[in-house]
């Protein structure tokens, strides 16, 4: 059974009517929205033009939405109570929980009869925390930490390795939320080894759409479950996860080696991730590649890792070459294995095809390249290029068809578009490390590639990088890649229906039974199209 919280089943409605004087950045005057409230949850709403102008962009500054108002709780009773008050509406309100805003193409807004709800001000007010256990849980065989979805990665690295213990999967960039990644998968380099974050939860506490307060688990309540962990925030808002826990490392051996062939450079990667888990001093803790193209230098905002010294030799190959293909891998250690960590990486270096000369080797603490992401943001935000649009292209494509993407997208529509600003990733990762019960989907093939399109751009031009995105998503239908994207973003219902594929009718039955009047998150676009 469901827990619910207590909840007052009689109010006395007011009308809180709003007016926005909006700034030239969103562009236009907000009308007259009347939403009836309980009095209990008024003092938790702004209305004012710097919170809506907030909530009206995001990380991807291309779409603009502005919300009849922003929720601060105070507490999980907070947003029971505003989510159980839609439902009781004759007209019920939209609700989206913005977590850092990190999404691309409005995927967190809730449009102008909508209420957002700050989580950032949850978190920075009370939120459920982060309490890390010492004990190993017998029914998962792992030390944990329960935390609150309103938590960033980068304060749950911090409070774990207090006690000598980290979650073991991650994302790139830690300034995101827990509840904000679970909803997608939590993607990056430990994926091939660990599986992506949302294989990491073990339990959650789950708000669902019908404003009823769930505990749920893979033994518990799993059809809530599986169905939020990759579930675009259709089903419930995460107030809670429990994510699993190892023994940190201290240090990490981070290498990085250059290929001008992409057959070799993808064997390569492909035989890494293939040693996973049979002999753990002989497997790698996390892989990715990326591309190096003549458009820009050799490191890139994300990190710097090239010496100088051999900087002019790497622009003369991508001159030869136009691209150069980066493997990147990272061995940790510790202590115990601090004298036979290089032996074993030469073990596994063993019979790899990437140029002679061309491997390059830092040794830094775990936190520094948990966090290596982090720099290069500050810097880019004292010039004032982190709050640009960024049009990104995120995409599992399947093993059989990456020689294809290569020879079509990377040399021909990117190299002939020229416009490339940003990283370009690409890295495989194993099927068998994802759980089919769970809402995200991905390619039916063992192994399959990421490949993200970071780009960055100005407010004047971003276009040019979409029409390029419509370009390589239009070869791979003509190609009849099964790809997926990651981060997914569709306008029409029967594009949504492909993505899901054979997962749709059950994704769209427990909306129905969760969300029934399609309030969660409609800046995704699945079930409302038009609100």
């Known amino acids: 059974m469901a827990e619910i919280f207590p909840f007052q089943k009689y109010f006395i409605v007011i009308i809180i009517s709003i007016i926005h004087l909006i700034t030239s950045t969103i562009g236009k005057t907000k009308p007259w929205t009347n939403i009836l409230l ?10 004012d033009p710097e919170s809506i102008k907030l909530a009206s962009s995001d990380y991807g500054n291309l779409v603009q939405e502005i ?54 001000s949850y978190r920075k007010s009370k939120g459920a ?12 065989g792992k030390f944990y930490a329960d935390v609150g979805g309103e938590q960033l990665w ?28 679970l909803s997608n998968a939590g993607i990056s380099g430990q994926t091939f080894r660990y599986g992506p974050q949302i294989s990491n939860v073990y339990e959650m506490d789950v708000v669902t759409g019908k404003g009823d307060f769930v505990t749920c688990s893979s033994g518990k309540n799993s059809e809530l479950f599986f169905a939020v962990l990759g579930g675009l925030g259709q089903f419930g808002i995460i107030t809670r996860a429990r994510i699993g826990l190892e023994p940190a490392p201290k240090r990490v051996k981070w290498v990085r080696m250059l290929y001008n062939d992409f057959s070799a450079f993808a064997k390569d990667q492909e035989y890494l991730i293939s040693n996973n888990g049979r002999n753990p001093s002989n497997t790698l803790n996390y892989l990715e590649g990326l591309l190096l193209m003549h458009q820009g230098p050799p490191d890139n905002w994300r990190s710097s890792f090239f010496p100088l010294s051999d900087h002019s030799r790497i622009i003369s190959l991508l001159t030869k070459h136009s691209i150069i293909y980066c493997l990147e ?18 073990v596994l270096f063993q019979g790899l095809s990437y140029i002679p000369g061309l491997i390059f080797e830092k040794n830094v603490s775990y936190l520094q390249f948990l966090n290596r992401v982090r720099s290069g943001e500050l810097k880019l935000q004292s010039q004032g290029l982190w709050d640009v649009p960024h049009p990104w292209l995120n995409l599992f494509l399947p093993k059989s068809c990456i020689l294809d993407f290569d020879s079509s997208v990377f040399k021909e529509i990117i190299l002939k578009r020229n416009i490339t600003t940003g990283p370009v990733l690409i890295y495989p990762m194993n099927r068998s490390k994802w759980d089919d019960k769970m809402s995200v989907v991905i ?42 994207q990651y981060l997914p973003h569709y306008k029409r219902q029967q594009d949504w229906e492909k993505h899901f594929g054979k997962k749709w009718r059950s994704f769209k039955e427990k909306k129905s039974k969760f969300d029934p009047r399609n309030i969660l998150s409609p800046g995704q676009r699945i079930f409302n199209h038009n609100y």
Not at 129 to 140: L, R
Request: glycine share 6%; aromatic share 10%; proline share 4%.
């Open 38 to 47: 309980p009095p209990k949850l008024s003092d938790r709403f702004l209305d």
């Open 129 to 140: 925390g982060i309490e890390v256990s010492s004990i190993v849980d017998s029914s998962i």
């Open 329 to 346: 891998v990272v061995k940790y250690y510790d202590d115990h294995t601090q004298n036979t960590v290089n032996e074993e990486l030469k």
């Open 154 to 181: 980068i304060d749950v690295l911090h409070a774990t390795l207090e006690h000598g213990l980290t979650p073991v999967s991650w994302t790139d960039y830690l300034y995101l939320t827990v509840g904000g990644t």
């Open 443 to 484: 390619p039916d093939e063992d192994v399959f590639y990421t490949v993200a399109f970071l780009h960055s751009s100005g407010f004047d031009d971003w276009e040019a990088f979409d029409i390029q995105n419509r370009e390589i998503l239009q070869f791979c239908e003509i190609a009849g890649i099964q790809f997926k």
């Open 67 to 120: 919300p009849a108002a922003i929720f601060n709780p105070s507490s999980i009773n907070d947003i029971v109570s505003l989510i159980k008050f839609s439902n009781s509406s004759s007209i019920p309100f939209n609700i989206a929980a913005r977590g850092q805003g990190h999404s691309t193409c409005g995927q967190a807004m809730a449009g102008i009869n909508g209420v957002v709800i700050n989580m950032a």
